[in-house]
């Protein structure tokens, strides 16, 4: 459970995306939340189990990509099978596992490694898109 809840977090925030009305009715929210994962909507997997597996015509998002290491995020899109497309989102700002940073986090390697490859297309935010608040905003330039 304490894996899913940023997921949940965010699917939360889609669902619901009226600011003034949510969480009204917390559980008929939570009960459209299961919904979504029990029609196989989303699924979950972790990432240790990976290994081995061909993914075919699957949407794969990988969130917090930055805290990957290379051969993390290397082992991830080497697993694409036909028809799959893989998402990586992250923040190289937000970095919070030790031996990583800016520069040599996956999310960095794999932008730098898969430039100008007719398969990928890439998109980065400025600092001022950021989506969550003015006070993350204000940690991201200052800390």
């Known amino acids: 459970s304490p894996l899913m809840r940023p997921i949940i977090d965010n699917l939360e925030q889609l669902i619901d995306s009226n ?33 081995g597996r061909s993914l075919e015509k699957t949407y794969l998002i990988i969130d917090e990509a930055q805290n990957m290491t290379p051969n993390q995020v290397k082992g991830i899109i080497t697993r694409a099978g036909k028809g799959t497309k893989i998402i990586l989102v992250g923040d190289p700002n937000q970095i919070d596992r030790p031996f990583l940073d800016e520069r040599t986090n996956g999310l960095t ?9 007719p398969l990928c297309y890439q998109l980065t935010m400025r600092v001022d898109e950021c989506e969550r608040s003015p006070l993350a905003l204000d940690a991201v330039q200052r800390l």
């Open 19 to 51: 600011e003034a009305e949510r969480y009204e009715n917390e559980r008929e929210l939570a009960e459209k939340i299961e919904e979504i994962f029990d029609r196989h909507v989303i699924q979950t997997e972790a990432l240790n189990f990976i290994r």
């Open 109 to 117: 390697y794999a932008a730098g490694k898969m430039k100008g490859s």
